[in-house]
Every structure is written in C-alpha cells, then in structure tokens.
C-alpha cells in the first residue's frame, strides 16, 4: 500500500474513534485534513492548511499528531497565537482525546502546557528575593496600595497551588504586581544557583513537557526557542502551528527591541546597590542624553541615524557595558546568598538587553541600501498616564530567514488557520514564512530575509528547496445559502475626518433592519467611539463600546442579549465568538489597511518595491485581505447560522484590488442593492 494511503487509513480509523468517544459527527473536510496531516508527518513535508471555522481542525491535527508521537516516541509542539486556544485544548480537547486513544495506540497519550518563564511564580523572588522598582508613572499612593493587596495575595497563593502558572489565579491581578513574583528568562538565575530549584514551577513544568506527547505551547515560545541558543522546547520533529496566519507579527514580537530613557533609568536603579554611585550616575546621563534626541526628533521612521545620534547611542553602549562589568557574575556573593544573586540577575539582565539593543541600532544601518537591511529602526510616541514618552524601537525587517533556517529547518511543520488563503493563494503567507514558491523564495523574501537570522543560523541556500504543500478543505458551511456578502458601492470612499454621515445612516438603516444583533467592528477605536456616541442618539437598541468595559464582559452581555449591538477594533476582528440569533450582521466600517505611518510596513513595502515587486500588494493589501476574512469569519459560527456581512467601503467594489481582497473572504452570496439587503434582514430577525 502506498505511504499516503496507508498513513490516511490508519489515521481515517482512530479520527472516527475520537469522533465516536466526544460525541460528534464525522465530517469531510476534518477526514482530508487529519489525512493530510498524516500524509506531512509521514514524508517530511510541510504543510498549510486552510480549514474553514466549523471543520474541527483540532482533533484534525491532534490524532495523527498523537499517532506519530506515540509510534515515535518523540514529542509533538503545538503552537498557538492565543490563551483561549491553548485552553481549549488544555482544558478540553485533550483531557477527552487522550483517554479514547488509549486503546487503539496501547497506552493513554500524556500532554503538557509549556509557558515563558515569566508566566510562573518565581519562589526565590517571593521568598525574599527583589521587588522590582515602582513604575514612574504610576507611582501614586492608590496605585502603590493596590499593587500591596495584591501582592500579598499572591504570596499566600504560591503555598497553594500547585503549579504556579498566571493563568490558574482567579481573579487575576495587574501586570506590575505580577512583576513582583515573577522573572524573565534572562532574569532567572537558573537551577544550578538557586535554592528552590527542586520547587521551581517553571522548572516543574519543563520537566512535565519533556516527558509528554504533545507539548501545548504559544508562538512567542517558539520564536524564543528560534532565538535563543539554549533549549527552551523539548526536542522534537514535529510542530503543528496553530492559528498560524498570526505567527509572522507575533515572531516579529518578539524580535523587537527598545530603547527609552525609562528603560535605563529603570536599569539604573536595579543597578545601584551593586556598583559605584559613579557608574550609576553615567548611566543614567546617557538616558537623559538620549531623551534629549528623541523628545527634540518627530517620530518617523529612521533611514539612517540623526546628526548626533551615532555618538550618543555610542556612549550609551559603552556605560551600560561599564556598569554591566562593574557588577559581576551572579554567584559573586557567594553561594548561600540567594536575595544578592537574585538582585545581581535582575540588574544584568537589564543592562544586557539595553546595551545589545544599543548595539543592533549602531550597526543597523552598516548596509548602505536601506532595502537590504535586516532591521528597521523607527522613533515612537506612546500615550501614557502622565503624557506622552518617544521610544526607539528596531525589529526585524522579515522573519522568513529565521522561520526558514530554525523551525522549518529542524522539524516537519504543520501550518492550520481558518484564514490561511489570500487573494486565492497560499503564496502571500508562505512567503512571509519563508517557504519558496514555486521552488525557490521569491524575489521579494529574498531582498528581506538576509543570510544569516538574528540567532546565527545560516538561511539554507535556494537549492535547500523546502518542499510544501497548501491544502484548503473547505467549510462545512454552505456559504451562498448561509450569508450576504453587502458591499455599499454608493457610499463615498472613506476619509481622514472620521465617521461621515451617509455612513452613519447607512449603519442605522442596517441595525435598525437588523433588530440589533449587530457586530461593529471598526479600523481605530474614534471611529468606534464616535459611531457608538451618534447611533445612541438615532436608536433604541443598546450599543455596547470596546473600552467600556472588559473585552469578555462585553462579548458576553452581547450574547445574551439579543437586540444588542457591540462595536469595537482588532481585538473584536478576531476574538468574537457569537453563534445562534444573537449575532446577524457583521458591519465592517473600511478595508483594515495598515496605517501610512506604520514604521514595520513602510519599510516592508519599500523593500519589495526595491525588488521589483507591488509594495502595495504584497503588503497593505495581503494585511487588509487577512484582517477582512477574519472579521467577516465572526458572521457563521454554527452551519444553522445565518446574516449579513456589510462593507462600508465603496472601494472594495469599485478600485482595482478590490477583487483580490474578495477572493479572500469565504463564497458569500454578494450583492450591491441596498434595499435587497434591508429587507433579508428584516426577514431573518423579525
């Protein structure tokens, strides 16, 4: 019998007895999937898969995923974008999965959640380790007694849970109490120079992860594991991505550095106890310094460093690096001195990340053409409490490189997301990944990626060809049946001056034909607010605002109140999951093109450009394209489901891309007749 279908009939068969055990029906598309799955793990080759919401890709994956560790013994990593995912399948697929597959593979499959180290209590910090400095910006006596309570909660909860991890605390706390009781990877002084290293949450949950099947895991884990030298993942040769359509900007996360004059003065600080007021006071005049440049330059993205600029970064680098040598190795007050070893890890680590990030600036732009620079630099102005600070920020130009010589280098990858085809094609997102098209990378990856990653590695040269494959198995969904697709062609293309008033009426006539039960989602919070503020004035249905109130508080109330209305930004775009009458009309207020002043894709654009490519396509239009089928993908959760989704922007009917930004969304039934639309939703909620 041949490999393929010998993997699919195996798999085939213990895919119906997961079925079986957890009470569903078997489907197609999760049959062509699981087998393809099977297919890839079995010959190396990876593979992206589009399965539509509804298809039940994760048992698809899950099941020959097992199969392969339990034949192999080797473990399999999954990866999502998400918490709410990894619950899922934390929580409730694989606690139901592993007891059905026991029989069939002869032993009950074993699972773990793998997290960064910074998600776990830290023992040696509680236990008298240092408290990290109070942020300036939010030291006020409200702010200082709240974050006490909830410190001291925590304290008392590390002597009883059991495994230390952020997540299983309920009611969670902020994020700067959670500073207190917990450390990075960098600031963890490592189980040979700790006293609790044989309680060590973190250390507890590695160890489970090593002796496990399927290890859950995130992707900012994964770029981590692709970054670092040490080994984060337990060794492995399969990786399954999950929601992988976010792996590019979350990888892209993680590879962004910073530079602020809190940051040092922060540094500094965490300093003081260890090394000669002297070096204290340098470093923190090369952060006052700095801030001098930054609040004197607007915030833009930066082609080449400012007059001044190379000098200034250039003292920074080198007084953080005296301070850095000025303190020592960790261990340096001997080793019975955890509370000193702890403080001496916390003030390295911060030194190192600002003096490598003062680093990578200096030598960013060593390459004279801006296009063939692996990073891009850009000045930022953030709004906080107090005002406003200016931050310099770098980040890869491309993570393809790395994707390419790391991940997919080292392990068979498995690539699933509802969302995965783009103008009809894989091509636009297996280029950022870093896979060739058409057998080799493309001339755009090519002016992106580089020859080295930023871990090392080299990027294997194009006769290295990686073999991959895309599958789309389709929805179970009857999509022209379920669903119009409304684009408002008459309505004047969107401008810079906000929420116009044929729009506004265009939304009012739309909720009103809708009897509520609509989901906003718009592209910046003022243009949510404002619809909010002016629809309030016009209907009785209530309208519910992002920022009102929690995220989830919100979803919920939407749910369960069926003549409501929701509206809101990115998070709505891909976070909402409202099956059943609830939910009838997604509206969608312009095409999510990025911003014109985002740093990351202006330089991406001039790249491909520079590469004889269309800028504009290959990323304004592949960001929009993603954005719009996730959002439009909020409409049918269920396949009894049924409603509208409604474009707001003329441009999607009239402009010449706006086709290929359609052949993205799923096969809705389309239309431009305004009156057509008005009187199927009337008749879906009357």
């Known amino acids: 019998m041949p490999t393929e279908a010998r993997a699919a009939t195996s798999t085939v068969d213990l895919l119906a007895v997961a079925v079986q055990a957890l009470g569903g029906q078997t489907r197609d598309g999760q049959v062509r999937m699981a087998s393809a799955v099977a297919h890839a793990i079995d010959t190396g080759e990876h593979l992206a898969v589009q399965a539509g919401t509804g298809t039940g890709k994760s048992l698809a994956y899950l099941v020959p995923a097992i199969a392969h560790a339990a ?62 400095e109070p942020d300036t910006e939010l030291f006020d006596a409200f702010e200082l007694s709240r974050t006490g309570r909830e410190v001291t909660r925590l304290r008392e909860w590390a002597s009883e849970t ?7 605390l309920s009611p969670g706390v902020s994020d700067r109490s959670w500073r207190q009781v917990s450390v990075s990877a960098r600031e963890c002084l490592g189980a040979a120079n700790c006293g609790f290293a044989q309680d060590c949450f973190a250390e507890r949950a590695k160890e489970e992860a090593a002796h496990s099947d399927v290890v859950v895991t995130n992707h900012a884990m994964l770029a981590i594991d692709a970054l670092s030298p040490a080994t984060i993942l337990p060794e492995h040769d399969v990786v399954v991505i999950d929601e992988a359509h976010e792996l590019t900007d979350r990888i892209t996360s993680v590879a962004t550095d910073e530079l602020s004059a809190a940051s040092i003065t922060l540094a500094a600080r965490r300093a003081a106890k260890l090394i000669d007021e002297e070096l204290v006071d340098d470093v923190v005049g090369g952060g006052e310094l700095l801030d001098q440049l930054l609040e004197e330059a607007s915030p833009r993205l930066l082609t080449s460093l400012p007059t001044g600029w190379d000098s200034a970064l250039a003292s920074l680098r080198d ?14 007050a001997g080793n019975s001195d955890g509370d000193a070893a702890a403080a001496r890890s916390a003030a390295l680590t911060a030194l190192d990340e600002l003096h490598d990030a003062a680093v990578r600036v200096l030598t960013a732009f060593d390459e004279p053409d801006a296009t063939k620079r692996r990073d891009v630099v850009w000045l930022a102005e953030e709004k906080t409490k107090s005002g406003t600070r200016r931050v310099l920020r770098i980040a890869p130009l491309s993570v393809g490189g790395l994707l390419r010589a790391s991940i997919f280098a080292d392990s068979t990858v498995i690539l699933t997301s509802a969302t995965l085809v783009v103008g009809g094609s894989f091509d636009a997102l297996a280029t950022t990944w870093g896979l060739p098209i058409e057998g080799n990378l493309s001339r755009t990856e090519r002016a992106t990626t580089g020859d080295v990653t930023a871990s090392g590695k080299a990027v294997p040269a194009d006769d290295e060809v990686l073999r991959w494959r895309g599958v789309d198995v389709g929805s179970p969904f009857d999509y022209p049946r379920s669903a119009i697709l409304y684009l408002a062609k008459h309505l004047p293309a969107p401008g810079r001056s906000g929420v116009g008033e044929e729009m506004l009426a265009e939304l009012d006539a739309l909720i009103t034909a809708a009897h509520g039960r609509t989901l906003g989602l718009f592209s910046s919070m003022r243009a949510a607010r404002e ?114 989704v409604a474009v707001l922007d003329s441009r999607l009917a009239t402009a010449r891309y706006g086709n290929y930004l359609v052949a993205s969304l799923p096969p809705f039934w389309r239309t431009t007749d305004t009156a057509t639309v008005l009187g199927a939703l009337d008749r879906l909620t009357s």
């Open 319 to 332: 007084r953080l690096w005296r301070a850095r040598s000025g303190i020592g190795p960790v261990r340096a």
């Open 162 to 168: 059991e495994t230390g991890d952020r997540d299983d």
């Open 531 to 644: 619809a909010a503020d002016e629809l309030r004035e016009r209907t009785d249905h209530t309208i519910l605002c992002q920022g009102e109130d929690s995220t989830s508080a919100l979803v919920r109330r939407f749910s369960e109140e069926p003549q409501t209305c929701l509206f809101g930004t990115l998070s709505l775009w891909q976070g909402v999951d409202v099956p059943g009458d609830s939910l009838s009309l997604v509206v969608i207020d312009r095409i999510p093109f990025p911003r014109p002043d985002d740093p990351l894709s202006a330089a991406r654009t001039r790249a491909v450009e520079a590469a004889g490519g269309n800028g504009f396509m290959s990323v304004s239009a592949n960001h929009a394209a993603l954005l719009l089928a996730q959002g439009a993908g909020r409409l049918l959760r269920s396949t009894t489901d049924r409603g509208v």
């Open 71 to 132: 034949e192999s013994g080797k473990t399999v990593v999954v990866s999502t974008a998400t918490i709410a995912l990894q619950r899922q399948l934390i929580e409730r697929d694989l606690p139901r999965l592993a007891p059905a597959l026991a029989q069939p593979l002869g032993s009950e499959p074993t699972f773990a959640i793998l997290k960064g180290r910074s998600n776990y209590l830290c023992l040696n910090k509680i236990h008298g380790g240092v408290a990290d």
